[in-house]
């Protein structure tokens, strides 16, 4: 994940594994649930669907096989503290 969102240019990258939490879910068998939180310029003027678009894209047949479940938390380096 970390290779492909790297197209993002990301000032800040944090990926959680919460696959453990949803041992015995029926969609645990085909990819992992994760947490992320990304902070890129590339987000600047973009409302949440569209930078949800561009992780999506940049993760692209990840979201398909690996990835089960994706909990995103995407800002622009302005929206940061």
Known sequence: ???KLA???PLR???ADDSAKH???AGAKEG???RLAIVSARFAGCGILERHRLIYEALGPM???EIHALSIKALAPEETD
């Open 1 to 3: 994940m970390q290779e």
């Open 7 to 9: 197209a993002l240019e």
């Open 13 to 15: 990258l944090d990926i």
């Open 23 to 25: 041992a015995g879910h």
């Open 32 to 34: 992992g649930h994760y």
């Open 63 to 65: 979201m398909r096989r």
